[in-house]
């Protein structure tokens, strides 16, 4: 069989409220050269099953457990055929031009490799649900402009790196990489994933044409113990992987006064999460000093390039703003 230029992973988990509308979006896309894989994490519901009973092209990878988002999404890249990797939640409904605007945006661009969309949020379109990630001077990333007002234009250009929950990555370099480091297990492996794309020099680019409309936290919550405790270990666990020699030792009193003021105050809201997800970042860092061993030594760029792509504006972190650079 000819292989598609594109594969979509679609990583499923108690899904069922949602997988089916998802699917539906990308059978109506306007770009239509993709195969669709669903790696189901050991979900009871039965909805991966049923899509895949009723549509023999889709691909259905059952691994039995729940091995989390990003081993799910890495299997699923070993098992696709397509050139580019197009990253999609079961929550995340794409607008039927999503793939197309993506695939063009590619081909405009050979030099970059990485692309990620505009998301919307599923019950107010009005509302972006983020525009890219951003990673702050002090070494702690924020989805770019969550919960804020959409703009009438969103501006196409460079943004630190890709939102898991919709983007387009070419597989060669995602595999060459190592994928997302499943030690994360889900929440902030994205990040990691884009930090240590740019390393490597590569860049990440916002598609703002390129749009779907997300649900967000649909199976877990928002701010759920479980969600709370992987964001703020896996924010230190990245943050001591990726970040240069001359700007770790920089910015480590910032990173430190982050970390505590952002704990304390989940803390001080009874999320109690956070103070556990905190020890376990801090128990786990003689592992992450072993993995930021080989990421430094693969690294092409320097702390000064990196310093330049951070958002050093603490209003404007604090305010979630897009950081999209020309």
């Not at 990583?11 to 894989?37: H, N």
């Not at 009973?53 to 091995?67: K, Q, S």
């Not at 970040?243 to 030792?249: I, Q, S």
């Amino acid at each position: 069989m000819t292989a598609p230029a594109v594969s979509v992973l679609i990583v499923a988990y108690e899904s069922g409220p949602v997988l089916a509308r998802c699917l539906s979006a990308l059978k109506a896309q306007t770009f239509q050269d993709f195969e669709i894989l669903i790696a189901d994490n050991g979900s009871r519901d039965g909805a991966a099953q049923t899509a895949a009973a009723a549509d023999p092209a889709l691909r259905l990878l059952e691994f039995g457990e729940n091995l989390g988002f990003a081993e799910a999404n890495n299997r699923a890249a070993q098992a696709a055929r397509g050139r580019w990797l197009a990253l999609l939640n079961p929550d995340a409904f794409a607008e039927p031009d999503w793939l197309e605007a993506l695939v063009a945006a590619a081909e405009a661009q050979p030099d970059v490799r990485c692309f990620t969309s505009l998301q919307v949020a599923e019950h107010d379109p009005a509302v972006l649900d983020g525009a890219g990630d951003a990673m702050t001077l002090a070494g702690v990333p924020y989805r770019a402009g969550y919960g804020r007002a959409r703009p009438e234009r969103v501006p196409a250009g460079e943004v630190f790196a890709a939102c898991g929950a919709a983007m387009l990555v070419e597989r060669a370099l995602f595999l060459d990489v190592g994928g997302f480091d499943k030690a994360f297990f889900c929440y902030c492996e994205d990040m990691d994933l884009g930090y240590r794309l740019r390393l490597r020099g590569e860049r990440v680019r916002l598609v703002p044409d390129a749009v779907v409309r997300h649900v967000g936290s649909s199976t877990l919550g928002a701010r759920s113990d479980f969600a709370l405790w992987h964001g703020v270990r896996n924010r230190l666990w990245t943050y001591v992987k990726n970040t240069p020699p001359l700007l770790l030792a920089v910015t480590f009193p910032l990173h430190a006064a982050a970390v505590a003021a952002l704990v304390a105050g989940s803390v001080l809201k009874g999320e109690r999460a956070a103070w556990r997800g905190l020890k376990a970042g801090l128990a786990g860092l003689p592992a992450a000093w072993r993995a930021r061993k080989a990421v430094q030594a693969a690294r092409l760029v320097g702390s000064l390039e990196i310093a330049r792509a951070l958002t050093w504006s603490p209003l404007k972190a604090a305010a979630r703003a897009v950081d999209v650079r020309a």
